[in-house]
């Protein structure tokens, strides 16, 4: 425990994360694969917790431009944040680690409901703790479930993981010579007009001085180097 840089730390992981190649749902590959990670983290003595997207499910906002009801889209996408933890605890406990999973809406045959001094319990007892259904709540996203969550179980750091290894100046798909930002405030984010999270989140994290680092995932062993104080990816903080 004492070589690591971070002792409560929450990831947040896109849906999108868990297709791999597919263009929906889940690969289990890809689910083993980042299942390993979080275990070999946690292995190393930090308190784990998980928040992961449905986007490679539902979105709200997707099935509101088809014609359906925002708040109906909205509870599907929740549901999918749901379904992708059920498939992250499975990957999880088959790898032999302790695992919960916590709902922000009450879908308890399934999972346990969200309940912040349990899941500080969990967190406690080593157990990688998994919030679903983002904030519970329609027009959010679950970029917002995480930072919220983050704060609230008092996590010293917020990681995102993306396909992109850091906050660049313009996009590094679309220019060559765009330039990595290894270290930004939040102030500065604001005045660049940077994307690092969409703008509820992003207020979250800054007015509770929460530090959060974008990094890819991709690179295997990169979340154990950047709990062992590794500065990779974007650093956003105070
Ligand atoms: N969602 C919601 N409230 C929340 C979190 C998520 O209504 O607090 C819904 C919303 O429709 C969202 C979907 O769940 O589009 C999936 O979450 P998100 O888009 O954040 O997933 P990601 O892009 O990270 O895969």
Known sequence: ???????????????EALMGDEDYGIDPKVLTRIARE???????????????????????????????????????????????????QDALEKLGAKCRVMSAIKINDVCEDYIRRRAVRHLEKGRITIFAAGTGNPFFTTD???????????????????????????DPNKHADAIKLENLTYDEVIARDLQVMDT??????????????????????????ILRGEPLGTLVHG
């Open 1 to 15: 425990m004492s070589e690591l840089a971070h002792r409560r730390i929450l990831l947040k992981l896109s849906g």
């Open 200 to 225: 509820a989140a992003f207020a979250l994290c800054r007015d509770a001085g929460l530090p959060l680092r974008i990094f890819d995932m991709a690179q295997p062993g990169v979340l154990l180097r």
């Open 38 to 88: 979080v275990i070999e983290a946690r292995e190393a003595g930090a308190e784990i917790a998980l928040v992961i997207g449905g986007g490679n499910i539902f979105r709200g906002a997707g099935l509101a431009a088809s014609g359906m009801d925002r708040v109906t889209g909205d509870h599907m996408g929740m549901l999918a944040t749901v379904i992708n933890a059920l498939a992250m």
């Open 144 to 170: 917002s479930g995480a930072a919220l969550r983050a704060i609230e179980i008092g996590a010293d750091l917020l990681l995102k993981a993306t396909k992109v290894d850091g906050v660049y100046d313009k």
